[in-house]
């Protein structure tokens, strides 16, 4: 995911998270995966937030960028989720932040 494409898919999550209450804390897009910090209420799945982003994401970014319609898909079915735990807000920001450009 690079240039337009990574734009887009940065525009697309910011809505989706929208429509889904939660808010993006850091977002990161590397041309071959994504790190995404949220903070949603406990009472949403991580798999629903996970589904949306890359089903929504999918579909549009293979009607807006002809040129994706030649892979056979736009995501895997994996994806790594924890909570921050004993980690510090702050230690995560400064993570997915240092994953730019990786």
Avoid: C
């Avoid at 494409?5 to 850091?26: C, F, P, S, T, Y």
């Avoid at 949220?38 to 009607?63: C, D, E, F, M, Q």
Wanted: aromatic content about 6%; cysteine-free.
């Amino acid at each position: 995911m690079v240039g337009k494409v990574m734009e887009r898919l940065e525009q697309i999550i910011h809505q989706v998270a929208a429509d889904l209450g939660i808010k993006v804390l850091e977002l990161v897009i590397n041309p071959d995966h994504v790190h995404l910090f949220v903070s949603a209420y406990p009472t949403i799945p991580i798999h629903k937030i996970v589904k949306r982003i890359k089903g929504r994401s999918s579909n549009i970014l293979r009607k807006e960028f002809q040129e994706l319609l030649k892979l056979p898909s736009l995501w895997t079915h994996s994806y790594y989720a924890s909570t921050i735990g004993s980690v510090s807000r702050e230690a995560i920001e400064k993570y997915i932040e240092a994953q730019k450009g990786v």
